[in-house]
């Protein structure tokens, strides 16, 4: 069965840091597109940080500079590196292949309804 499982979710005060672990099992992570997104209560789902097959990030505006995303190999895992984190990026994040969810809009409800997804509170 082909699975993706998010970890790493917590408390942090405004300007603390965060690894956010996205761990595939049933597939190999080396030569796939992952995005990151997000979602908080009453906003909107969002997508946060891409990285695509050839090693290539993106990532939104509102965490550009703040956030990288990375790739590892050897533990078949993507990595979501949240640094001088604000209580705006106060969210439930969830990762996901690049074909599964073509509609971002609709992304973070399909994922939170099969149960995945990790919890970050930035709050003093």
């Known amino acids: 069965e082909v699975q993706l499982e998010e970890s790493g979710g917590g408390s942090v005060q405004p300007g603390g840091s965060l690894r956010l672990s996205c761990t595939a099992s049933g597939f190999t992570l080396d030569n796939s597109a992952i995005e990151w997104y997000r979602q908080a209560p009453g906003n909107e789902c969002e997508l946060v940080s891409v990285i695509k097959r050839d090693g290539r990030t993106i990532n939104a505006r509102s965490v550009q500079g703040r956030f990288t995303v990375a790739r590892d190999i050897a533990k078949n895992a993507v990595y979501l590196h949240m640094n001088n984190l604000k209580p705006e990026d106060t969210a439930k994040y969830y990762c996901?292949?690049?074909?599964?969810?073509?509609?971002?809009?609709?992304?973070?409800?399909?994922?939170?309804?099969r149960g995945k997804g990790t919890l970050v509170t930035v709050s003093s």
């Open positions: 996901a292949p690049e074909e599964d969810y073509p509609v971002i809009s609709t992304a973070c409800a399909g994922m939170d309804s």
